[in-house]
Structure formats: C-alpha cells, structure tokens
C-alpha cells in the first residue's frame, strides 16, 4: 500500500531544515530553478521570488535546499559540479534585518558596521573551501523586513540590503541570494517620500525577479499526485469520460483539454468541472496550494476523506460549496468577499428552495448550489445550457429526474436561463417581467442613427504604443482610437502622435474611405467595420435595457439582472470592436494611405503602427532618455532640468559642464544624451573652435531646421512660439520634454548669433533663469538673427570708430552689446531736463528718442539711429559720403544734447547778470552784489519762502551751478537737472518778483547804491481802499532804451483830461505793485 503524503500546513525553512517531508515538484517550481540556474551561469547572484499567499514558496525553498545538499532529488539544480554546499537561513520579521543578520553572527551591535557582516558572510564562504564552494543566503518572509524598514530608518536598511546585493553580485564568488515576497518590492515603500522612493527602485534593480503564482494546472497536479495514491477510478471511465465531454462541450474553464484529461482519471472522485471549480475558488478565497493541503488532508464531514462513493459516484460541485460554507464560511459571509452577493444570492434561494418544495429538497439544492458555484467560477462564453445542466445533474450530481426538477425550479421563478450569455441564474424574486419590458422598451426607444456617438459614450478603447519604435529610437509613440461616422482627418497633437479610426457608416462604402485614406498624410490608420448594421442593432438592445435599468431603478432584483444584461451587452459589442479587429474572418478592413492592408494580429499591429511612425515622423532624432522623452515630465525631472540649464550657463567652458566624472544625476544624464553624444562640444582647447553636431547624429533634421530657423529670422523677429510649433508635427512630432531641452540647449549654443527679446526688450544675456522662462512661456520670447555682413559691416565698425573701439570682421551678441552699451549709458546719465527738454534741434530729438527707444541693437543701429537724421541704411550702403556726414551729423547731434544741461545753467546765468545786475560780470562778482544788495534787508519783514531765498543768495557755495541750482531750488522747489522747458519761463517771472518783494524790505542810502549801473527810486500810494503802499524799484541802466520804449507808448494812448491821465496811471501802478 502506498505511503501517505506527509502534510503541513506550513514550512519553516529553518524548523524544518531537516524534517523529512514529501514534497511534489510541480513545473512551476522546476522552471524557477532551471532559471536561478541559468542566471548564476550569466553572473546574477540576487534573485527576488515572488509569490501569493499560499503558493508554496517556503516548501519550494526547502526542496531546493534539499535537492541541493543531496538529501532528496526534488529538482536538479545545476549550479557547480559538485559543489560543496552551505545554506545560512533567515525567516523574516517586523524587525532590523541589519541586528537579525548581526544577531546571526554574534556581532555586537553597538560597534556594528555592515562591511563587519559582509565580511562573516565572506568567511562563511572561504571555510567551504577552493573545491567548487557555493553559499546560499535564504530569506524566506523577506517583506516582514521590508515593512520596518520602510517605517524604521528606511535609507539605513534599505542601504545594508543594497551593500548585501551587490555584495552577492560578485561573479567572482559563488554566493547567491534568494529572498522571497507576497507582493512586488515597490509595494512596501507607498509610504516614503519620492526620494526614498527612488532608492527603493534602484534597490530593486539590484535583484532578478521571478513570479511564483501557482496557475490552476499545477493545483489540479497536485491533487491529482496526492489523490492517485489513495483512491481508484476503477469502473468510472465511462462517467469521467462523460464528465471530460461536459467539459470540453461547454467551454467552463480555459483550460487545456489534453491536460485535463491527464489528470481525470488521478483526480477521482473529483469530476474534472468540480476540481476546477475547487482549485479557482481556493485561490479566490483561500492561499492556493497551502488551503489545496488543507482540503486533500482534511476529515470534517464535508471532506473528500468523508465523502461515500456508494452514495454518490462523484465528488461533484454541491459537495464542493458545502466544503467551502463548512470551512471558509467566516470569509465568505464577509464584506471582503468579492463575490460576497453572489454567495448570498445562493444561500437565499437555498433557503426559497427548502420554504417552496416539500419533497426532493437535496436535488433542488444540489442544482442551485451547482448553478450558483458556475457562475462565479465559469469564463464569459461558457454554453451552461440546459443540456449542460441536465447531463451533469443527471452524471455528477445523481438526479435521475433532472430535467424536471430543473422546470420546477423555473416554473416557481427560483432560477432562469439567460440567452445573452447562455447560462442559467438565480433569481432572488421580483414581479418585473424582464423579457416583457425589454420588449415594450423598444418603441419607446428612437432608432439609432448616430452609430459614432453611441459608442463613444459607451465605449472607451485604450490607446496603443508602437513598441519596435520605442525600443529603437527611445520616443513613446501612441496612437489614440477614435470612433467616427466620417473618415477623421485631423492631425494628431500633444501626447497622441496618431489615430487608429474606427469607422462605422451606412452612409459611406469601403471605397469612399479608401479615397479619403489617399489624400490622408498623417499616421492616421483607418478601420472600416462592414458589420455597422450589427452593431447598430446591438446598441439598440443597450438603450432598451438602459431604459428599462431607468424605468426600475427601486427593483434591485430586476435592476441587478438587467445590469448582467447590460455588461452582457457591452462585452458583446466589445466582441464586435476588438475581437473582430484581428479576428480570421472579419468584418473589418484595414486602410492606411489608401491601400488595404492585412492585420491579423495584436502583435503585427503593434509592429506596424512602429512602420507608420518610421514613415511618417522620419525626421525625428534617436534619443534614449525615458526621464525626459515625454509629453509631461515629473516635476523631480523639472528640478533636473533647471539644474541642467545651470550647468550649461555656469560651466560650458569646462569639460563634460563640470559634471563629477564618477556620478550620474539627472541632469548629467540629460547632457550626456542630449550633447555628448550627439558631439555638440561646447568646450575646447582650439582657439578656433565651432560648436558643431556629429555627422552620425540622428539629431541631424533637428540641427538642419534649427539653422534653417535662424537664418530666417535675418530680415525680422521670429517668435520662439514659432521655432516649436513644426517640431510639434510632422516629420517631428518630438516630446514636448525634448523640445524644452532642445530649444534652451541649441539657443544657448548659437548664442552669439541672435538677440533675444523679451516684452521688456532686448535680453543681453542667457542665464538659467531666462533659459527656464523661455521654455515655460516661449510666447513671451522673440528672436532677431544678426545679419551684419559687407557695407553693413562698415557701418557698424563706423559706430565703433565713433566709440574709440577696434573693429570687427564678424559681429555677434558680445560686439552688439559692447558697441550699444556707451549709447545706452550716455542716455541713462543724461539729466531729467536734458532727457526731456525741446529746445534742441529736431535732428536731436529724434537721436535723443531712438537711443532711448533702443530694444533691439541692430535695428538702433541701422534703422533708427539713420532714420533719426535722416537717412536710410540703403543710403549708407551706397554711398560713402553719406555715411561720412551721418557720423558727423551724430557727433554733433550727441554733443548737442550732452551740452542741454549746461547750456541752461548758462541762460540762468546771463539772466541774472541781465535783468538783475546789469552787466557780464565773474560768478564771483555777480553773486557779491547781489548778497551786498540786501544786507541792509529787513528780514524780520520777510515771508518764509523770501528768507529761504535770501539764505540761498547769501549761501557760502563757491561752486557755481550749485550755487544757482539752490536759488532755482528755492523759486520753482525743484532742481535745475529736473525742470522742464516750461519750468524756466516761469522761472524768470518768479525770480523777478522775489528780487521786487525784497527790494521792497530794503533800506538804503546813497552809498548802497551803484550809481553807475542802476536807478534806483521808491513810490508810495496812499488810498482808502488800500491804505499805504511803498514800494522800491531797482533796475540796471541797461534797462533804460526798453523803459524808455515803454514809456512812448503810453504817452501815444493818454488823452487830454490830465486828471483822468492821472487815474489811469494810479490804477496800472497799482495793480502792478500790488
């Protein structure tokens, strides 16, 4: 008799190192160590298993250990010949995996380093000797590990492991590392920041990973190695065989039908439907090969151990949910359990079952429990029938009398048979009849004209990636669906860099979107479906159920059966759309530039939308940089960008941009791909270097128009908007994250050949900053070529001669600004009057303005500073005369308004010396006699704004326009750098009232008085109205031919009346004096 297979429930790699266990190798498991050992061949060390709960990877670890200490042949690992072996064991645990492997080699923790562990494991490894050495690290629970440290000093653990890794990584060593997870290693670190995060991807890339999942087939092995032993399948062939029909005739389960016919026989009393049921619910509730033990080892009365083969031939499908409601009933009973309303949905109509049937109350249930097991455990497009049904019930179940007790069930509306996904349900109760409003829905539902609309609305299609183009060139290329009535025909924008156009028309035939395809230049890929009546009709049928859904939403029987209906549906019609796009016999055709083309798979199409990306975007560079070959890069990459356009601006002259040779950020990586190796080298030795593209770049059709770009942008500004757009299109299409890149690099390289602008004018200089705002809002930013070649050269260098600097054979940003900047600064420290003054000459003026209008330095300089005086830069080019007298002209007009200020001080000056002293007399003198004119001045008369005035005039200042600045200060309560022409004017009239008003205040005697350059006499008025009124008049001799002018015409206009003369006379002076 055979011997029993020793079962437990689990396997501790280190409690049962040494138990003697039987263990089933499965394929599975010797696949995962045929490829641990063809990796150690190539030089991998680390390896990561990764597996679901219960999938056996503690037991496989110790068969491996097993296999390969000799003990038992489970697997046969071919690592070394014979090697001799050492395995160091750890079973993970929320704790420091640094202490547990310290704790494992007595190392004291408070003078731990991780080389101090390194170098135990390393010695480990040197006692086993020179004759074929190999030591297996083993860390079963590896994510217990994971889990501190990802809340406990993440960078200190996840660094050990790192330092472990690597360590193991050696090829020189014949030390490997097997870890083993429940879920991807990423998954541990949700909880860190982005650049912990980062660290823990780089740590993963440090293990080769292997996927441990169990497939059904390996589960249905098992049982079948486990029960072959212990029961026989003796006169059953003929029901397994039945069963296998079954199976094969309904298409229940994807499985392969040679395989299960393998296994059948092994598998009794399992019937091959009830073990797939089994297996698919033990890894949908259970932990897969552990819960598969539990149920073969198992001896409750709902067990196989239990199960009485003289009642029942089979242990069939009710058997199993009885299993699963006696052992996992807390799950499934649960707000966790997936399919949590579908169990209910059964336990209920069980309970309808035993409330609505007196008699053969066990077959009813048997069939219900069937119905309901199918249809959680059954794939879309099973035929469960009512043949089906009836077969099994009648094979498996053992219900002589099925067919009846099938109507039964659906006479009393406990069960139904759906046509749209040929299955029975079970119905929970409702008084809806379904097929009867589905019926009465359609004619209040109108006729489906606008096919396009409906699918989109209920049909989203994923976009698709051309692979071979990506893989090749580095650029994600994907193509968007679009669902039409008409040929679409717009260009591809943004992420999307082509359209797959589905279209469905009555109204167009194949041959009218061929011709459309033919006029078609974009990577647009049409797809003609013939079957649109179809489809038209199967949407039809969603709107008349949607209609009913609407019609009862309170019935959540009736509104959970015609939701079924409704998926049914759309996966119908998802039939229709995708199945049918590669499907043999088709009802599409494929189009592409007006000709039919042949698609017959997901693969091929994936291969050819790569063809159509090579055709259309032929133009487009090779670049392998994942970070930044994007439409939207990361906002950690942004920050890797600006450090990048640092690089460039601060270090372009020194090797590799000052990039540390053993170090790669980013930001090196960027300018390795992007320059380096595209040899665009913007430092070198030779004095006579040119930045230039390597010949074997792909980068080529990009430098071309880049070129192209400037040398259009001679004869006037072009916008950077305008630099981007044709990159965005075909024969392009870049990612916008290059097209940043690339427009920010190759400006900064061509630099010297163009002025940028911006809204605030001409940018002398491309730092980091405005490199990262010129590519955030590249609308803000024009560009302008230089253009200076032959005559207009000459002109140019005439401006430098000018200037007193040398001149230049070939002018670039760096000459431009040296030769505008004099220019510029002459302007900003001209005083405000000579800034705004018109008492210039017109030519002047204009100079005046185009200087401080000056944004652009070539347009200044041969447009407006021409224009200004009156020539044109053509005038200039053809003739040498002109461009003579233009300098000259410039000359005079810039000493003009440089001498505006002084030239002011200078008429302030001779009208005191005029109109106040009268005579050209020194400073010196001039300002003696006008203090000596008021010392006799009655100040304690004088108003505020006199005494300031007189202690300007008395002020000890030697110097002379500060001197006259302080008297202006005092008049106007402005300084003579800030007045304007209408300022002096008034002026004049203020400081000639000032000086009355204060000769007024004076008390003077004959010796005060200048007897040769002045008059001087006083008036007093008397009247009622304005009492008495004195006033002292003084005025220069030289003042007596204007007087006496004066006095002639007032004489001509005086009548006869010499008393009215008089009056006449009184009123003027008292106007005047008052």
């Not at 008699?359 to 119905?371: D, F, G, L, M, P």
């Not at 003609?528 to 049928?541: A, D, G, W």
Request: glycine share 2%; charged share 25%; hydrophobic share 40%.
């Amino acid at each position: 008799m055979p011997t029993p297979i020793k079962h437990t429930t689990s396997i501790n790699i280190i409690r049962d190192s040494s138990r003697n266990l039987n263990y089933i190798p499965t394929p599975n498991g010797i696949s995962v160590v045929n490829q641990i050992s063809n990796d150690f061949k190539k030089g991998i060390r680390s390896f990561n298993i990764i597996g679901s709960y219960g999938t056996g990877k503690s037991s496989f670890l110790w068969a491996l250990e097993q296999s390969l200490l000799g003990k038992q042949k489970f697997f046969k690992p071919n690592f070394l010949p014979n090697p001799k072996v050492k395995f160091i064991h750890f079973v993970g645990e929320y704790g420091s995996i640094i202490n547990h492997f310290a704790g494992y080699f007595d190392l004291d923790l408070r003078k731990l380093e991780n080389e101090n562990i390194l170098l135990e494991i390393f010695a480990k490894y040197k006692n086993l000797g020179k004759n074929h050495p190999l030591l297996v690290i083993v860390i079963d629970e590896f994510g217990k590990y994971l889990e501190y440290a990802s809340e406990n000093f993440p960078e200190r653990e996840l660094y050990f492991v790192q330092q472990l890794a690597e360590f193991v990584n050696n090829p020189d060593n014949n030390i490997i590392l097997v870890t083993t997870l429940h879920q991807n290693f990423e998954a541990y670190a949700l909880a860190l920041n982005r650049t912990q995060k980062a660290e823990w991807t780089k740590v993963r890339g440090r293990f080769r990973e292997l996927t441990f999942n169990e497939p059904v087939e390996q589960l249905l092995f098992l049982a079948a190695e486990h029960l072959k032993v212990k029961t026989t399948a003796k006169n059953r062939e003929n029901e397994i065989k039945s069963s296998l029909s079954l199976l094969k005739k309904s298409r229940a389960f994807t499985v392969n039908y040679q395989y299960s016919s393998e296994v059948a026989y092994k598998l009794y009393p399992l019937d091959i439907l009830s073990a797939h049921v089994l297996t698919l619910c033990l890894q949908r509730y259970g932990q897969n090969e552990r819960s598969l033990f539990s149920f073969l080892e198992s001896a409750d009365r709902t067990s196989l151990s239990q199960f009485d083969s003289k009642r029942s031939l089979f242990y069939n499908i009710a058997n199993v949910y009885d299993y699963f409601i006696y052992n996992f009933y807390s799950f499934i009973s649960s707000r966790y359990n997936p399919d949590f309303a579908a169990w209910a949905s059964i336990k209920d109509t069980l309970d309808n079952v035993e409330r609505t049937f007196d008699v053969n109350i066990e077959y009813y249930s048997k069939i219900v429990k069937t119905i309901g097991l199918l249809n959680i455990t059954a794939v879309m497009g099973a035929e469960l029938d009512a043949t089906f049904l009836i077969r099994y019930s009648e094979i498996c179940l053992q219900i002589p009398t099925a067919e009846k007790i099938i109507e039964d069930l659906k006479l009393r509306k406990l069960i139904a048979y759906r046509n749209y996904n040929k299955r029975f349900v079970l119905l929970e109760g409702t008084d809806l009849d379904i097929p009867s409003a589905l019926q009465e829905a359609g004619n209040r539902v109108d006729e489906i004209n606008d096919v396009a609309t409906l699918l989109n609305r209920y049909y989203q299609l994923p976009p698709m990636y051309a692979k071979a183009y990506y893989y090749k060139t580095g650029t994600p290329r994907l193509f968007e669906y679009k669902i039409t009535e008409f040929p679409f025909d717009e260009p591809p924008r943004d992420e999307i860099d082509g359209f797959i156009n589905l279209v469905f028309s009555e109204k167009m035939s194949l041959d009218d979107v061929i011709a459309k395809s033919l006029e078609q230049t974009e990577a647009i890929i049409y797809v003609f479906y013939k079957n649109s009546r179809v489809i038209k009709n199967l949407l039809f049928e969603i709107e008349k159920t949607k209609k009913v859904i609407d019609d009862n939403a309170t019935d959540r029987v009736a509104t959970k059966e015609l939701n079924q209906i409704f998926l049914h549906q759309k996966l119908l019609l998802n039939h229709y759309i995708i199945t049918n796009l590669y499907a043999k016999k088709s009802e599409v055709t494929w189009i592409y530039q007006g000709k039919v083309i042949k698609i017959q798979s997901k693969r091929v199409f994936s291969k050819f939308l790569s063809e159509v990306c090579f055709q259309i975007y032929y133009s487009a560079p090779v670049f392998k940089n994942e970070l930044v070959n994007k439409h939207k890069i990361s906002s950690s990459i942004f920050q890797a960008r600006k450090s990048y356009f640092t690089a460039l601006v601060d270090n372009w002259n020194q090797p590799d941009l000052g990039f540390h040779e053993d170090k790669f950020p980013a930001e090196k990586t960027i300018y390795l791909t992007l320059l380096k190796q595209n040899g665009i080298k913007l430092y070198s030795d030779e004095s006579e270097h040119v930045v230039q593209l390597s010949r074997k770049s792909s980068f080529i059709h990009v430098w071309k128009y880049s070129i192209d770009f400037l040398n259009s942008a001679k004869k006037t500004r072009r916008s950077i908007n305008e630099f981007i757009e044709p990159l965005t299109r075909k024969p392009f299409k870049l990612k916008q994250g290059l097209i940043d890149l690339w427009i920010a690099s190759f400006l900064f390289v061509k630099r010297d050949d163009f002025a940028l602008f911006n809204e605030s004018g001409f940018i002398p200089n491309l730092t980091e900053e405005v490199l990262d705002l010129l590519v955030k809002k590249p609308s803000d930013f024009e560009l302008k070529t230089f253009d200076i070649e032959g005559v207009k050269l000459d002109i140019f260098n005439s401006y430098r001669m000018f200037l007193n600097q040398d001149s230049k054979e070939k002018i670039n940003t760096n000459t431009f600004i040296e030769t505008i900047k004099p220019f510029l600064t002459f302007y900003r420290n001209l005083p405000e009057y000579s800034r705004g003054t018109k008492r210039l000459k017109s030519e002047t003026i204009a100079v005046r303005e185009a200087i401080a209008q000056a944004k652009d330095p070539e347009k200044a300089f041969f447009e407006d500073f021409p224009n200004a005086l009156g020539y044109s830069v053509e005038d200039l080019q053809q003739n040498k005369t002109d461009l003579k007298n233009y300098i000259t002209k410039l000359q005079e007009a810039i000493r003009e308004l440089r001498t505006a200020h002084s030239n002011l001080i200078l008429r302030f000056e001779e009208f005191i010396q005029t109109e106040i002293i009268g005579e050209d007399s020194p400073f010196e003198v001039y300002k003696k006699k006008l203090q000596d004119r008021y010392k006799k001045l009655k100040k304690h008369l004088c108003l505020p704004h006199q005494k300031t005035f007189i202690n300007r005039v008395d002020s000890p200042l030697s110097d002379r326009d500060a001197w006259l600045n302080s008297l202006t200060q005092s008049i106007l309560t402005k300084n003579l750098d800030v007045m304007k022409d209408e300022d002096e004017i008034v002026f004049y009239d203020k400081f000639k009232n000032m000086i009355l008003e204060l000769d007024s205040l004076t008390s003077l005697l004959k010796d005060d008085i200048d007897a040769v350059n002045e008059d001087v006499f006083g008036i007093e008025m008397n009247s009622f109205n304005h009492g008495l009124q004195k006033k002292l008049i003084r005025y220069p001799k030289s003042k007596k031919k204007e007087i006496h002018a004066i006095e002639e015409i007032i004489k001509k206009k005086l009548g006869s009346d010499q008393t009215v003369n008089i009056a006449a006379l009184s009123n003027i002076l008292q106007d005047l004096i008052s």
